[in-house]
């Protein structure tokens, strides 16, 4: 039953209605305890035609909330539901469009403005474009690009003046400003190549005036500017090899600090002082080895090749002091029973070579005198050994620094001695740290070129005279050894198609970063050289490690290998070219 309270609401409601009231009369009319009354049927009724309309003025205002909470009351009243359910989902959609306007007009902004921080103020202004033009934000953006626009502008002046002031340093800082503000401001470019090259002139001219200290105070004050500009890198590199040729020098390696300087000659500004330290190196290399052939390397069990012995007078006396014996000599008696040793006994000793000359003739263990005992007792190494592997071939082994190479003959000093046109010591292979280098006076060639100083790259092809073609590789980073591959137009009378320059572990194996390849089955293996002595080692973990004595064939598992002393003589190893 209608009851009197239920009519004063209802009253209350219409007359909310009539004066406008239509959330006041929509609350009343729509409460639960006065649903199926006819009076409030018809006030619903009424009420559905101006909230769909009010819903429509929020809708075009973008009032997207209000316009969606109308469009739920006019539904709710129960008329026109489809007109209703169809501004809703309009409302629905352009409420969408319009979060995505905005996110998208944030996004924009946010973007342009890092691009501002960043100095990228071409790409600041692209960013900015994507929001609307009546954006008072993007307005305060463009007008803080246009700010940082003429910052930059007033920061190149500025650099521009300080150098033509010779205030090189304040030139420098003004230009990073500039950058900073503006990377692509078009006259920065320009400016920074005006500043590498004045301060590179300045730092050209003090190189060849021997300044190296200079040069690095030039360099050092263009801070991050013209980094990657080629003029640059090479002035750098430059003082680099110049500062590891000083070192070199300082800890009396003459040698690596020849083949620095070369590399410099080759790199640098031309400068005189660079060929005169090479010569004086090669004077100190010389008067070294001079003394070293003496007294001073005898006692010490040396045999030093040099232009010294080179110049000696064919059929010397053995053991005299100018051929460097690396033993005491004895009488005809004992040499009567001595035997034929390979020619070298001992390692390098600060960065000399030790080379004995070929056919060298060592007593045997019973009629050596106390101090050849003594260094035969320590297990001195030869420096050139060969290696006989079953299925695998024959291998040269050379040890230490420094490798000559040159024709082979009577009084021959070469390490490699090729039976050809070529010189003496035509050239040799140096080993400085983990690099080698060819070093040679004339008659070298790589990779197309004539060198007399070069950096050796795996993969390499190093010319001799008119026939001798060599490759270098470096199969392995895990061992600075080397190899050697004979061309097609050099032979050796023991099969050797592969030189090992011997200076770390030498890897044998079936992959590609060992030194010599074996067969398969056989497994890995590793040969060392401790104390003196050879030994070899599987690569298998845990694998066994077993001694190899010279002359004396091992056996490790499947690998069968020899090693002997290699004499370079005319019967034994001598490689054909």
């Known amino acids: 039953m209608f009851g009197r309270l239920a009519a004063v609401r209802m009253k209350t409601a219409e007359d909310a209605f009539a004066k406008g009231r239509l959330d006041e009369a929509f609350e009343i009319a729509s409460a639960g305890d006065l649903a199926g009354n006819r009076r409030v049927q018809q006030l619903l ?20 909330a209000e316009a969606l909470a109308d469009f739920d009351r006019a539904a709710r009243c129960g008329y026109q539901t489809n007109k209703i359910n169809e501004w809703r989902r309009r409302a629905a959609e352009v409420m ?114 021997g300044r190296l200290n200079r040069v690095g105070q030039h360099l050092a004050v263009l801070g991050e500017v013209g980094r990657k500009r080629p003029e640059r890198v090479e002035m750098e590199e430059a003082l680099r090899l110049a500062r590891e040729a000083a070192k070199a020098l300082a800890d009396d390696r003459y040698a690596k600090a020849a083949v620095l300087l070369g590399r410099l ?119 050139r ?29 070469a390490d490699l001695q090729l039976i050809s046109d070529l010189s003496e ?5 140096i080993r400085a740290g983990e690099d080698y280098f060819v070093v040679a006076r004339s008659g070298v060639e790589l990779a197309g070129r004539q060198v007399d100083h070069a950096l050796l790259q795996d993969g ?8 001798i073609r060599l490759k270098f590789g470096r199969p392995s980073l895990k061992s600075t050894t080397a190899v050697l591959d004979l061309g097609d137009g050099v032979r050796t009378t023991t099969d050797c198609r592969r030189v090992i320059l011997w200076s770390g572990p030498l890897l044998m194996g079936g992959t590609r970063e060992c030194h010599i390849k074996l067969g398969p089955g056989i497994g890995g293996a590793i040969l060392m050289e401790r104390g003196g002595g050879l030994s070899v080692k599987s690569m298998a973990p ?21 090693v002997q002393g290699w004499s370079g003589d005319s019967q034994v190893g001598k490689v054909i070219g």
């Open 96 to 209: 969408e469009d319009d979060q995505k306007a905005e996110h998208e007009r944030r996004a924009a902004l946010a973007v342009a403005r890092e691009r501002l921080a960043a100095g990228s103020l071409n790409g600041a202004a692209d960013a900015l474009a994507k929001a609307p033009e009546d954006d008072p934000d993007r307005a305060a953006v463009s007008e803080q690009i246009a700010r940082q626009a003429g910052r930059a502008k007033e920061a190149l002046v500025a650099a521009k003046d300080a150098l033509k002031r010779g205030h090189v340093a304040r030139a420098v800082e003004r230009l990073r400003v500039a950058r900073a503000l503006h990377c692509k401001l078009d006259e920065i470019t320009e400016m920074e190549a005006t500043l590498v090259e004045h301060a590179l002139k300045q730092a050209t001219e003090d190189f060849r005036n």
């Open 460 to 467: 390499d092809r190093v010319r001799l005279g008119k026939r």
């Open 425 to 429: 010591r035509q050239a040799e292979i």
């Open 542 to 562: 845990g694998g066994p490690t077993t001694p190899v004595p010279l002359g004396v064939q091992t056996e490790l598992g499947e690998l069968r290998m020899t």
């Open 45 to 64: 009724q009424k009420l559905a035609e101006p909230l769909l309309h009010r819903g429509q003025d929020h809708l075009l205002s973008r009032r997207f």
């Open 385 to 413: 050994l060969l290696l006989r592997i079953d299925g695998a071939g024959s291998f040269l082994l050379l040890r230490g620094d420094r490798v000559g190479i040159g024709r082979s003959g009577p009084g021959a000093t």
């Open 265 to 383: 000659a080759q790199v640098g500004p031309k400068a005189g002082w660079v060929s005169d330290v090479r010569k004086h190196l090669g004077v100190l290399e010389e008067h070294r080895r001079a003394l070293l052939e003496g007294p001073l390397g005898l006692i010490l069990g040396l045999d030093v090749p040099s232009a010294v012995a080179a110049k000696s007078t064919a059929g010397g006396r053995a053991g005299a002091p100018g051929l460097g014996r690396a033993v005491p000599p004895v009488d005809d008696e004992r040499l009567a029973t001595a035997e034929t040793l390979p020619a070298e006994t001992t390692e390098m000793t600060d960065g000399v070579q030790p080379a004995c000359r070929a056919g060298a003739r060592w007593p045997r263990p019973d009629v050596l005198g106390p101090e050849a005992q003594n260094a035969r007792h320590h297990g001195f190494l030869p420096r």
